[in-house]
């Protein structure tokens, strides 16, 4: 094993233990793009479905449960929905939900709808740009591997004997 494999396996061995304390949590709306913030004010998440990482330590953690900000979500109407102001969570791993609905009360659900549905087409675009990009970088590496010089070794037998040979071509 050379030096560069046994670095990566120690930087490797190093993070992937962290990685078991991060819990995943998405925010769901219905309809979708509502922006959400924590309820505090603190900080906006994005726009759902938006996702945050928790660290599962003793900074965040009562009692056998992750503790974290309740959320605010709010529409392009103005509509607005909570959670309560503290999300539990009491799994240390895992990716998880939390929903929101928009209040069946709340005037101009058109265009919160039509917000929505926008929302989603840029989403839709986004996965399809990641797909190219993807395509993309295959095809340059299939490119640089087909630059690559090639070697040939073989044998020739001939009145003289064996000639062994080899021939290196771009």
Request: net charge neutral.
């Amino acid at each position: 094993m050379n030096w560069n494999k046994l670095h990566i396996m120690a930087i490797l061995f190093c993070i992937l233990p962290g990685c078991s304390n991060n819990i995943g949590l998405t925010y769901h709306t219905q309809p979708v793009g509502a922006i959400i913030s924590y309820s505090d004010g603190s900080q906006q998440v994005g726009i759902s479905p938006a996702r945050s990482i928790f660290v599962w330590d003793e900074k965040h953690v009562v009692d056998g449960c992750l503790r974290t900000k309740g959320i605010t979500a709010k529409w392009v109407s103005g509509a607005q929905a909570s959670s309560p102001e503290v999300i539990t969570i009491c799994s240390k791993t895992g990716e998880f939900t939390y929903y929101l609905a928009r209040p069946s009360e709340a005037p101009e659900l058109e265009s919160d709808m039509h917000f929505s549905q926008e929302v989603e087409r840029t989403r839709i675009m986004q996965k399809q740009a990641a797909i190219a990009n993807q395509q993309v970088q295959l095809q340059m590496i299939q490119m640089f591997n087909s630059m690559q010089p090639k070697t040939t070794t073989g044998t020739i037998w001939g009145s003289g004997g064996r000639i062994n040979y080899q021939e290196t071509t771009k």
